[in-house]
């Protein structure tokens, strides 16, 4: 039961540097998002998608870039890393759909840029 | 967004005692969940809840849809509910997007 798997665990980058934080889910959820967790505060949506090929911004999307080639996978790109940026990110699935479901979280990525 | 307020913000318990933790919301949702977010960082699931009552061991929960707020009651507390507590919501028409409130830090003492 992996669930969803987010990689790497831990990141350091100077600022400037681009990287792909990686999400995978197994569960077939349609539904798969990206929030960010600064200190003292509840989690922020980034970016969502509800399928292959869908993809919308968030709450919080500046910097970021994300795309849905595959049901499974939902990478987030920093494409010119900024000390703002250091944060704590997590990944979500859920089914979709308007009646609500349960959402699902990964294990985090802590991201810290020098 | 829907603005979410989770109350107390700091809640320190001697082990064996009761709490009960409050979530208010400011608009009508189908999705409202409970989550613990461990000393490691990882957030577990508690409660997916968006109306009535659940209770699954020494955690119990509410949620009244219509008065726009839950509750989450933990009794008989241990040292390993130490940690922070989010509720989160989602709205009635979109995607399954949630809006955490920021979270009461439970602290349970031995």
């Known amino acids: 039961n992996a669930g969803v798997t987010q990689t790497p665990k831990f990141q350091v980058l100077k600022t400037g540097q681009s990287m792909t934080l990686q999400c995978a889910q197994d569960?077939?959820?349609?539904?798969m998002s990206w929030y960010r967790q600064d200190p003292g505060m509840g989690l922020r949506l980034i970016h969502y998608?509800?399928?292959?090929?869908?993809?919308d911004q968030g709450e919080v999307p500046n910097g970021y870039n994300v795309s849905r080639s595959t049901t499974e996978d939902f990478p987030l790109r920093l494409l010119s890393a900024a000390p703002s940026q250091t944060s704590v990110y997590f990944c979500?699935?859920?089914?979709?759909?308007?009646?609500?479901?349960?959402?699902?979280f990964g294990q985090g990525t802590r991201l810290t840029v020098v | 967004g829907i603005q979410v307020e989770q109350s107390p913000p700091d809640l320190i318990l001697q082990e064996g005692a009761n709490s009960t933790l409050r979530c208010n919301f400011s608009?009508?949702?189908?999705?409202l969940q409970w989550f613990h977010q461990n000393p490691w960082g990882q957030l577990i699931n508690l409660f997916y809840?968006?109306?009535g009552t659940k209770q699954n061991g020494r955690l119990s929960a509410t949620t009244v849809a219509t008065e726009r707020y839950s509750l989450l009651y933990i009794s008989s507390s241990q040292t390993t509910d130490s940690g922070v507590y989010f509720c989160?919501?989602?709205?009635?028409?979109?995607?399954?997007?949630?809006?955490f409130g920021t979270g009461t830090r439970l602290t349970v003492i031995p």
């Open positions: 608009d009508s949702v189908n999705n």
């Open positions: 809840i968006p109306s």
């Open positions: 998608s509800v399928g292959a090929g869908i993809t």
């Open positions: 989160a919501v989602g709205r009635k028409t979109g995607a399954n997007n949630l809006f």
């Open positions: 979500a699935s859920s089914y979709s759909g308007q009646g609500g479901t349960e959402a699902f």
């Open positions: 569960m077939n959820h349609e539904y």
